[in-house]
């Protein structure tokens, strides 16, 4: 009998490690072979004035708000949960999102407060429905590997000042929403959805194989930063614009700085409507269809990036128009490329004004010369922080 117990503990003791082993993001793939390795010191001025804001900081952990001072683009005055007290998530569950327990994200992302939320530990978060975070809020997983997967994610609805940092999003799927949801019905599936909402901003993330966009930000949402993530393994990737006819998002406005698109991806790096957008220093490996594209006249500025193309003859073209008058009408529509690199066969096509006040007017951050994207491997993505180290 006790042998039979030992080996009972031993297999119990086995499995709850399994269960409860968290895996790891995966990691960015290098541009070549002579691209250099990824860093630890990459905290050292390597020209990201995010990174460099922060991540030299020993003791980042004892000042995480200092994060909220670091935004560049059309969401850098988001300042998230800073106003607030620290918030640590300690329950990874999900068991009454109508009554949330304390200690689970959806408790602290839902109060009315200010908070800056943290996690206690490693953990697999799997929500029954999609998460609606509430204003002034900041999901912060420094230190930890936190990820939302297997179920509904995340989603900002008429919100202002969130910021979300280091999860690894992925394998969201659709859901039923609650009767006392305001938004109703069904969530999208989306990893991160954003509707009628300011001032955001989405730093070192990782999304990937979700049900319908990575990152989706419709009906009149603006002052948006997506920064330093990798992005792989999805085909429609980021939807800026509800619809061709949804003049709500003539005042969009969106930065996209610093990411990795990468291997797996289809289209929609992004896919923009109406608005203006501010493309710079990412890089796009190998799309399968296009990398960026747009309808209803947006305004879009490409710059500082590095495209490389796959060998695919027939997806060489970076960027993409739907028009229902033809070229005709989308040649008036100002999309420039400034500084970009362009490798095995990627070309951009242009149009509009070369020098329309537009790109000044809504320049929203300093490029980098793309040369230097080339030259050190990208540091996106869910960081690998530890505590009492520089990031």
């Known amino acids: 009998m006790s042998i039979v117990c030992t080996i009972f503990l031993f297999l119990l003791t086995v499995s709850s490690a399994f269960a409860f082993a968290v895996p790891k993001p995966p990691i960015v793939r290098q541009l070549s072979t002579s691209v250099t390795s990824n860093s630890t010191a990459s905290c050292s001025a390597n020209g990201n004035p995010i990174d460099d804001c922060w991540r030299c900081d020993e003791n980042w952990k004892d000042n995480r708000k200092n994060l909220a001072d670091c935004a560049v683009g059309f969401g850098r005055d988001s300042i998230g949960g800073r106003a607030g007290e620290f918030y640590t998530v300690t329950d ?67 919100v202002s000042n969130v910021i979300i940092n280091n999860l690894y999003i992925h394998d969201c799927v659709p859901a039923k929403r609650n009767a006392l949801s305001s938004l109703g019905g069904y969530s999208d599936g989306d990893g991160i959805s954003i509707f009628e909402s300011r001032d955001i901003w989405i730093d070192h993330c990782t999304l990937e194989k979700c049900y319908d966009g990575l990152i989706d930000a ?27 006819e949804y003049s709500g998002d003539r005042d969009m406005r969106v930065t996209i700085a610093f990411n990795y698109f990468g291997e797996g991806l289809v289209q929609r790096m992004p896919r923009c409507r109406h608005g203006y957008f501010h493309i710079v220093n990412n890089i796009y490996r190998e799309w399968k269809m296009y990398a960026i594209g747009g309808s209803a006249n947006p305004t879009i500025f490409s710059q500082g990036n590095v495209f490389i193309a796959s060998n695919n003859q027939f997806t060489k073209e970076v960027t993409k128009r739907e028009s229902a008058d033809g070229d005709e009408e989308w040649k008036e529509w100002n999309w420039k490329s400034e500084g970009d690199e362009m490798v095995n066969g990627a070309y951009f096509t242009p149009s509009g004004k070369e020098d329309s006040p537009s790109y000044a007017k809504f320049s929203s951050m300093v490029a980098r010369p793309a040369s230097l994207l080339k030259t050190t491997h990208p540091s996106v993505g869910v960081l690998s922080c530890e505590i009492d180290q520089a990031c």
């Open 218 to 244: 419709v009906n009149g949402s603006t002052d948006i930063t997506i920064s330093n993530s990798y992005m792989l393994n999805h085909n429609e990737v980021m939807l800026l614009g509800h619809s061709d």
């Open 92 to 158: 990874s569950g999900d068991d009454n999102p109508l009554n949330p327990s304390p200690g689970t994200l959806r408790y602290a992302a839902t109060q009315d407060q200010p908070l800056w939320i943290i996690f206690d530990r490693d953990m697999v978060i799997q929500l029954k429905q999609d998460l609606q975070v509430a204003s002034y809020k900041t999901i912060d997983g420094r230190g930890n590997n936190v990820q939302i997967a297997y179920g509904p994610c995340l989603t900002l609805y008429k």
